[in-house]
């Protein structure tokens, strides 16, 4: 028996460090689980392909978000899930991206500056404190959290579970998941 999918867009934001990439692929693995068309555009996969011409200037990294955007308003047109994980850090950007989509959903995963700092695998932080990285969100340049994002996770007080299921949650509630699934924290939509 087929069902109908309604598109929306995901869109994971927080400093680089916080959790999103993280969160993302516990979602995306639950909706794949279920059945459900999804696709992802991660940050730092669209900067390798998409975007691999674009810096780190202010007007750069908004254009890295309408671009990211526009993939994501295609795919949501025609009724897939889009998980974007990308640090996307002024909020004018991404409000406008917001109003081009329409079927979005906004999730703020917010964890404090050192945390990030701590969780830090590939160095960046200590690059970006030594100097040797100019322009890194957090650091030299401003990160802008969401003003009224519709799930805030503040992953430094939240299990993956707990973020994964307010996700899971909010997407059933309005309606892009089917009725009957059940977030089971730790095992996703059953």
């Known amino acids: 028996m087929s069902r109908t999918q309604r598109g929306v867009t995901v869109w994971f934001t927080g400093l680089s460090g916080a959790g999103k990439t993280t969160i993302r692929m516990a979602i995306e ?18 900067r390798q392909n998409l975007t691999k011409g674009l810096g780190f200037s202010k007007a750069d990294r908004d254009e890295n978000i309408r671009r990211i955007g526009f993939v ?58 030594a100097g040797e990285i100019k322009q890194f969100t957090g650091i030299d340049d401003p990160y ?25 949650n909010l997407l059933r509630d309005l309606g892009y998941l089917p009725s009957n699934s059940v977030v089971h924290p730790g095992n996703g939509v059953r």
Not at 31 to 38: F, S
Not at 97 to 119: D, H, M, T
Not at 156 to 168: C, F, H, W
Request: aromatic letters at 4%.
């Open 72 to 129: 994501a308003h295609l795919l949501t047109r025609n009724g897939v899930i889009v998980l974007v994980s990308a640090i996307s850090p002024y909020r004018s950007v991404r409000d406008e991206v917001r109003q081009k989509i329409g079927s979005f959903v906004e999730v703020y995963v917010n964890a404090p500056l050192n945390v990030c700092e701590e969780r830090d695998v590939k160095g960046l932080y200590k690059k970006a404190r």
């Open 144 to 168: 802008e959290p969401p003003l009224t994002p519709e799930v805030e996770c503040c992953t430094d007080q939240e299990s993956l579970e707990e973020s994964t299921a307010k996700v899971l």
């Open 29 to 46: 693995q639950a909706l794949r689980a279920e059945g459900l068309k999804v696709e992802v555009l991660d940050g730092d996969i669209v």
